[in-house]
C-alpha cells in the first residue's frame, strides 16, 4: 500500500491568514499516461462527512470557493487555504488513488 | 438531488456478522464506481472496499479481506458490504462514496459523494 504522511497534525491560523498542509506518498503517484497524479484533498467539519475539495492534484471541485488550491506532484503535495475563514475549521485529509486509496492521518485546522 | 443513504448499522456481538446498504438516488447509479470508507471514533478515514460500476471488478483493503464482501444491485440502485467475523476494533461509522466519473477519457477519481454513514458497533 501507498502510504500517506501529512503535516503537520495540527495547526493554528488567525483569520484572514494563510494556512499550509503538506502531504507525502510513500510512491509516486503521478499516471504517465495523462500526467495526473491522482491525489485529492477533503474537508471534513465535525458531525458530517468528507467533502472533496480537490482532485488530480490541483484541480477545484465544482462549488469550492478559490481560496482553497492544491499543488505538488510524484510524492509531495500541499493544500492551501490563502485566507483562512471560521468555516474552514475541519480536519483536512490528502488521498490518493493511483493505487488503492489511502488516506493521510488528517490535519486539524483552527483559529488562532 | 444527489444522495446516497447508508442503513444496517448496530449494535453486534463480536464474531457476529451484518449487511450495509447504501441507497443512490438523483443520478445513473449504474455509471458511477463505488467504494466503501470507515471511521472510528475520533479517527481518520480508513478505504475498506471498491466496485466497478458493472460488480465485474472488486477490490479489498488488508484489514478486510476476507470478511467483507461488496456487492450492487444496479437495477435496485443499491450498494451493499457484507460483514463477518466482527471484531471489536470494526466498531465505525461506515460510509458509502462515490468515485468521481471521469474527464477527457480520464479517471477523475476521488470520492466526490458520500452519504452520511451508518454506525457499526461490536461488542459484547
Known amino acids: 500500500d501507498i502510504v500517506m504522511t501529512q503535516s503537520p497534525d495540527s495547526l493554528a491560523v488567525s483569520l484572514g491568514e494563510r494556512a499550509t498542509i503538506n502531504c507525502k506518498s510513500s510512491?509516486?503517484?503521478?499516471?504517465?499516461?495523462?500526467?495526473?497524479?491522482?491525489l485529492g484533498w477533503y474537508q471534513q467539519k465535525p458531525g458530517q462527512p468528507p467533502k472533496l475539495l480537490i482532485y488530480?492534484?490541483?484541480t477545484r471541485e465544482s462549488g469550492v470557493p478559490d481560496r482553497f488550491s492544491g499543488s505538488g506532484s510524484g510524492t509531495d503535495f500541499t493544500l492551501t487555504i490563502s485566507s483562512l475563514q471560521a468555516e474552514d475549521v475541519a480536519v483536512y485529509y490528502c488521498?490518493?488513488?493511483?493505487?488503492?486509496?489511502?488516506f493521510g492521518q488528517g490535519t486539524k485546522v483552527e483559529i488562532k | 438531488e444527489v444522495q446516497l443513504v447508508e442503513s444496517g448499522g448496530g449494535l453486534v456481538q463480536p464474531g457476529g456478522s451484518l449487511r450495509l446498504s447504501c441507497a443512490a438516488s438523483?443520478?445513473?447509479?449504474?455509471?458511477?464506481?463505488m467504494n466503501w470508507v470507515r471511521q472510528a471514533p475520533g479517527k481518520g478515514l480508513e478505504w475498506l472496499s471498491y466496485?466497478?460500476?458493472?460488480?465485474?471488478?472488486?477490490y479489498y483493503a488488508a484489514s478486510g479481506r476476507g470478511r467483507l464482501t461488496i456487492s450492487r444491485d444496479n437495477a435496485k440502485n443499491l450498494l451493499y458490504l457484507q460483514m463477518n467475523s466482527l471484531r471489536a476494533e470494526d466498531t465505525a461509522l461506515y460510509y458509502c462514496?462515490?468515485?468521481?466519473?471521469?474527464?477527457?477519457?480520464?479517471?477523475?477519481?476521488?470520492?466526490?459523494?458520500w452519504g452520511q454513514g451508518t454506525m457499526v458497533t461490536v461488542s459484547s
Open positions: 462514496a462515490r468515485e468521481g466519473g471521469y474527464s477527457n477519457g480520464y479517471k477523475r477519481g476521488g470520492f466526490d459523494i
Open positions: 438523483g443520478f445513473t447509479f449504474s455509471s458511477y464506481e
Open positions: 466496485i466497478s460500476s458493472d460488480g465485474a471488478t472488486i
Open positions: 510512491h509516486s503517484v503521478l499516471y504517465s499516461s495523462n500526467n495526473k497524479n491522482y
Open positions: 488530480w492534484a490541483s
Open positions: 488521498q490518493q488513488y493511483y493505487t488503492t486509496p489511502t
